[in-house]
Nanobody, 120 residues
Framework: QVQLVESGGGLVQAGGSLRISCAAS????????MRWYRQAPGKQRELVAQ???????NYADSVKGRFTIARDNAKNTVSLQMNSLKPEDTAVYYC??????????????WGQGTQVTVSS
């Protein structure tokens, strides 16, 4: 069982920066792929960025070059540094911990979400 708690959301002007974080409980954090999703009003939840247990990263095209995901396995945290923010980045951002298991359903845990609002 993994519990995830996001923090750091808020209101920022377009062009500004914000860093959101996710603190995870449990001793096996390093084995999980960690992901940030977001969901804007009236839209489907979308994957923004992910970092594997080995540190490989992937980003949605819409945030490449602006967002950076990082993890600290010693502190059981994952962060998302968001620069050059745009109004279309406004959404609730969710932290997700995911781990495939052979022959079993994957481990798939979610945080409660943190609101990021970018004003124009």
């Amino acid at each position: 069982q993994v519990q995830l708690v996001e923090s750091g959301g808020g209101l920022v002007q377009a062009g500004g920066s914000l860093r959101i974080s996710c603190a995870a409980s449990g001793s096996t954090f390093s084995f999980y792929s960690m992901r940030w999703y977001r969901q804007a009003p009236g839209k489907q939840r979308e994957l923004v960025a992910q970092i594997s247990s080995g540190g490989s990263t992937n980003y949605a095209d819409s945030v490449k070059g602006r967002f950076t995901i990082a993890r600290d396995n010693a502190k059981n945290t994952v962060s998302l540094q968001m620069n050059s923010l745009k109004p279309e980045d406004t959404a609730v951002y969710y932290c997700n911990a995911y781990q495939l298991r052979i022959g079993l359903p994957p481990y798939d845990y979610w945080g409660q979400g943190t609101q990021v609002t970018v004003s124009s």
